[in-house]
T-cell receptor, first 114, second 109 residues
Framework: DVKVTQSSRYLVKRTGEKVFLECVQD?????MFWYRQDPGLGLRLIYF???????EKGDIPEGYSVSREKKERFSLILESASTNQTSMYLC?????????????FGPGTRLTVT | AQRVTQPEKLLSVFKGAPVELKCNYS??????LFWYVQYSRQRLQLLLR?????SIKGFTADLNKGETSFHLKKPFAQEEDSAMYYC???????????WGAGTKLIIKP
């Protein structure tokens, strides 16, 4: 059973703080993703990684960075949190290859920036 | 441009009534389509994919290439079907998904 875990379920930060969100998967998946989930907007891809130290920008990378030093861990960093980054953040992972389309999701982190 | 459209943000039906959640897409190749579901306080999970042609929890979805649609259907809604439903499409890369905005389904008792 694929397990994707995220470091926090709820997080409250102040404007300007540096915020770290961590995601760990235990199924040796090559691909990992960070999404924002906002009502009416669906899931928007922030960044994804297809291998250790490899990353590519998604649709809304501004204000975010990522780090993937180990295959199982993918971190999302908000360099200087702003109120418009208040959102639900979802991490996902998938296999590389012909079955790579199915993504497995973590429980989400609800971030509030005040 | 690749796009997934779910025209209804909210759909409310009575228990026992038929349900149809609409999904339309635009894609220049042969797409792979998915429905994902998120129940309250649970993680987003795959419900079904068109290549499997299976029924999950009574739901089915048929890919209609002529109408570029992949609507999700269930003949008799149950209260436990209340959830957020997302339609997704595989893009030209082999790992990204393109997501619709989602439809919140509420089943009234």
């Amino acid at each position: 059973d694929v397990k994707v875990t995220q470091s926090s379920r709820y997080l409250v930060k102040r404007t300007g703080e540096k915020v770290f969100l961590e995601c760990v998967q235990d199924m040796d998946h090559e691909n990992m993703f960070w999404y924002r989930q906002d009502p009416g907007l669906g899931l928007r891809l922030i960044y994804f990684s297809y291998d250790v130290k490899m990353k590519e920008k998604g649709d809304i990378p501004e204000g975010y960075s990522v780090s993937r030093e180990k295959k199982e861990r993918f971190s999302l960093i908000l360099e200087s949190a702003s109120t418009n980054q208040t959102s639900m953040y979802l991490c996902a992972s998938s296999l590389w290859g012909t079955t790579s389309y199915e993504q497995y999701f973590g429980p989400g982190t609800r971030l509030t920036v005040t | 441009a690749q796009r997934v459209t779910q025209p209804e943000k909210l759909l409310s039906v009575f228990k026992g009534a038929p349900v149809e959640l609409k999904c339309n897409y635009s894609y220049s190749g042969s797409p792979e389509l998915f429905w994902y579901v998120q129940y309250s306080r649970q993680r987003l999970q795959l419900l079904l994919r068109h290549i499997s042609r299976e029924s999950i929890k009574g739901f089915t979805a048929d890919l209609n290439k002529g109408e570029t649609s992949f609507h999700l259907k269930k003949p008799f809604a149950q209260e436990e079907d209340s959830a957020m439903y997302y339609c997704a499409l595989s893009g030209h890369s082999n790992y990204q998904l393109i997501w619709g905005a989602g439809t919140k389904l509420i089943i009234k008792p």
